[in-house]
């Protein structure tokens, strides 16, 4: 088995109009599975959300306090698991075999190695909900569904290192069908671990909890299946020496990576104090901000997708040392998420009414909170945009392995710029909720303009 692949002609000098499509194009191919992908894991939530609201309202209050202690640890991991991608994409463009399959295997050992301290945030997640003022019947309740979810922590991080090698060889489909596989196959078994049916024992919460753990194993095992035995990933040799710690390349992963979980640890300690915020305010404005943010959640998925295509489609030259192709990539990623996410926020403004009424119904109790979160949609439709800037921006730097300014520009944006202007908006100028969002969509315009910055310079450095 040779250890090389056939790396794409190299272009010709300029930028052909058939390479700007040719671009489009391979990021749209690229993008829609990782979007679609991400959408799945989002509807796998909202359905066991939905399951537990059978359990009760203080069952979904145990379980929204759950998550919270959940993805703070989820998110670390997350970001290490994020630089597989851009490491394997430029051993793709540089036809280098050896070096794909030494990525996914540092992913993969990172993933094994930090998932048990990981772990530690979940197995304590009472004393700390506890610590920080919870009910205690509330923080007994998130503990045993935390029982159940933590130990699905190192098949899920495993499942995205291999994601993220499945998509730097152009191929992202697969993860995509066996997410979508697994979303019925996890309502089904959340729902009888939850009640106990067809003889399994009545687990509640912890039930829950459990079911997301098989599915995250089950999911890990199929895709694990997928690039040992099928083609084009078993021509990689991708399990090859994989009880061989690479502690060379854990270093540069982790080098990469490391970053990119403080930067997603800023922004979701952003979106927290927000909710907190709220809460200053009014019970209003904390439910009308959770519904304004379900929105962004979702649409986030589009940019996210184009972000994470931009990584690879910027690493596959940055790999092949192509300076221009690097550049190219970067900007129509930039271009099509900007155009994507426009098009959407123009459906989220007409619709804005809809969308609060379809959460709080149109009953007159519930006019005020529908009426603050359209216009709450209405104000973040400078924010969309500006997310999926920063989201598309950050994803082609990491394709280049520059991930420790992007730490820094989000702590400028979010907390030097962000919050302070949110905190004097809210509070100082009486704007209140409204205050608050356009805070955040300035900070987050920064840390955009930041990156858009960044890269360019990079980029005129690598052509120079």
């Known amino acids: 088995m040779l250890d090389t692949v056939q790396p794409r002609p190299q272009p010709q000098a300029g930028v052909p109009q058939n390479h700007l499509a040719e671009e489009f194009v391979e990021t749209l191919r690229l993008a829609v599975p990782m979007m679609l ?20 309202e203080d069952a979904v209050a145990a379980a929204a306090l759950a998550h919270t202690v959940y993805f703070v640890s989820f998110t670390f991991g997350l970001g290490l698991m994020a630089a597989v991608s851009p490491l394997a994409a430029q051993a793709f463009g540089a036809g280098d075999v050896k070096r794909i399959r030494r990525s996914l295997r ?5 993933a094994l190695l930090i998932s048990l301290p990981m772990m530690a945030s979940p197995l304590y997640g009472e004393r700390i909900l506890l610590a920080l003022g919870q009910a205690p019947q509330s923080a007994a309740l998130a503990q045993r569904y935390l029982n159940g979810l933590a130990w699905g922590i190192a098949p899920a991080l495993g499942f995205i290192a291999l994601r993220s090698m499945m998509s730097a060889v152009n191929r992202p489909q697969p993860p995509l069908w066996i997410t979508i596989a697994a979303i019925p196959a996890n309502a089904a078994l959340v729902y009888c671990l939850i009640h106990g049916l067809f003889g399994l024992p009545e687990l509640g919460l912890f039930g829950a909890g459990l079911a997301t753990t098989l599915v995250n194993l089950g999911t890990f095992l199929a895709v694990l299946a997928i690039a040992a035995w099928r083609k084009p990933f078993a021509d990689y040799r991708p399990l090859a020496h994989l009880w061989r710690i690479d502690w060379p390349l854990m270093r540069q992963l982790i080098a990469v990576g490391a970053p990119i979980s403080f930067s997603l640890l800023l922004e979701y300690g952003l979106f927290s104090s927000a909710a907190l915020l709220m809460g200053l305010i009014s019970t209003t404005a904390l439910a009308a901000h959770q519904i304004a943010l379900q929105v962004t959640a979702v649409l986030f998925m589009v940019p996210l997708g184009i972000g ?26 930039a271009v099509l998420g900007v155009a994507l996410v426009s098009a ?7 619709g804005r009414y809809e969308l609060g009424r379809l959460f709080f119904g149109s009953s007159e109790a519930s006019a005020a909170t529908v009426e603050l979160t359209a216009t709450l949609l209405l104000v973040g439709a400078t924010f969309f945009i500006a997310d999926g800037l920063q989201t598309i921006m950050g994803g082609a730097l990491r394709g280049i392995n520059d991930t420790r300014m992007t730490l820094l520009f989000a702590a400028i944006g979010y907390w030097c710029v ?7 908006l809210a509070f100082n100028a009486g704007l209140g909720a409204v205050g608050v969002w356009i805070g955040f969509s300035t900070g987050t315009f920064v840390y955009a303009g930041l990156l858009i910055l ?3 310079m990079l980029t005129r450095r690598l052509a120079g």
Do not use: E, S, Y
């Open 37 to 56: 992908t991400q959408l799945g894991q989002i509807a796998m939530i909202t359905t066991d959300l939905a399951l537990i609201g059978r359990l009760g």
């Open 106 to 110: 540092a992913g993969l050992w990172v």
């Open 308 to 333: 994470m295509a931009a990584t690879v489609r910027v690493g596959h030259a940055f790999g092949r040392d192509d300076p221009a192709a690097v550049r190219r990539a970067g900007l129509v990623a």
């Open 344 to 350: 959407l926020t123009v459906a989220i403004i007409l």
């Open 418 to 424: 962000a919050f302070p202007i949110a905190w004097v």
């Open 454 to 456: 960044r890269f360019r």
